[in-house]
């Protein structure tokens, strides 16, 4: 009789090579994502996560811890910490990029379409808010539009450029006036 032999797969943790935005917002959903499989993966074996999960200082390029410990958080790098990094990214990734309002409109326009190739109307409307979603996120909109309570201005804003960009036609005035008696 032949048993099986146990498959492994290796789990790197992403690193931060760069400090911008959109290097730190896909770091963020990188280790978001390595973070869930390490859980997923201690479950299983009855390791530590803690023990298992590497840090987030550890997970930046040396020249940028570097370059964070002293221009930005004014620290000496050995007295930086991941709750210290973690506030930083969390600071970084909520404002706008360069502090500056894009155009929103325009930005919406020209990188939201709805694919219409899928035959699944649900999954092509899951994949239309994905996208916006993604779109938020790299544009360091969040603030602004990111998810929430489904109350306040934020909401009404998200709503608004979601209906926007729907197609067909049919579908958005569909929405449109579901929206409205909501």
């Given at each position: 009789?032949?048993?099986?032999?146990?498959?492994?797969?290796?789990?790197?943790?992403?690193?931060?090579?760069v400090?911008?935005?959109?290097?730190i917002?896909?770091?963020?959903?990188?280790r978001?994502q390595n973070?869930?499989?390490i859980a997923e993966?201690?479950?299983t074996?009855?390791?530590?996560?803690?023990?298992?999960?590497?840090?987030?200082?550890?997970?930046?390029k040396p020249?940028?811890?570097?370059?964070?410990?002293h221009?930005i958080?004014?620290?000496e790098?050995?007295s930086?910490?991941?709750?210290?990094l973690l506030?930083?990214?969390?600071r970084?990734?909520?404002?706008?990029v360069?502090?500056?309002?894009?155009d929103?409109?325009r930005?919406?326009?020209?990188e939201l379409?709805?694919d219409?190739?899928?035959?699944?109307?649900?999954?092509?409307?899951?994949?239309?808010?994905?996208?916006f979603?993604r779109?938020?996120?790299e544009s360091?909109?969040s603030?602004?539009?990111g998810r929430?309570?489904?109350?306040g201005?934020?909401?009404k804003?998200?709503?608004?450029l979601?209906l926007?960009h729907?197609?067909?036609e049919?579908?958005?005035v569909?929405l449109?006036r579901?929206?409205?008696?909501t």
């Open positions: 009789m032949t048993v099986p032999q146990p498959i492994f797969e290796v789990v790197a943790a992403p690193e931060l090579a400090w911008s935005q959109a290097a917002t896909t770091f963020m959903r990188e978001k973070e869930t499989k993966r201690c479950g074996t009855g390791e530590v996560q803690e023990a298992v999960t590497r840090s987030i200082r550890t997970s930046l020249r940028v811890l570097e370059h964070v410990a221009y958080l004014k620290k790098m050995d930086v910490t991941d709750v210290m506030a930083e990214m969390k970084k990734i909520g404002g706008m360069n502090d500056r309002v894009p929103v409109s930005l919406f326009a020209n379409k709805m219409l190739s899928g035959v699944d109307v649900e999954a092509r409307i899951a994949r239309y808010f994905m996208s979603d779109l938020v996120e360091g909109l603030g602004m539009l929430g309570p489904a109350v201005e934020g909401m804003m998200r709503c608004k979601l926007i729907v197609t067909p049919i579908l958005k569909d449109t579901m929206v409205e008696l």
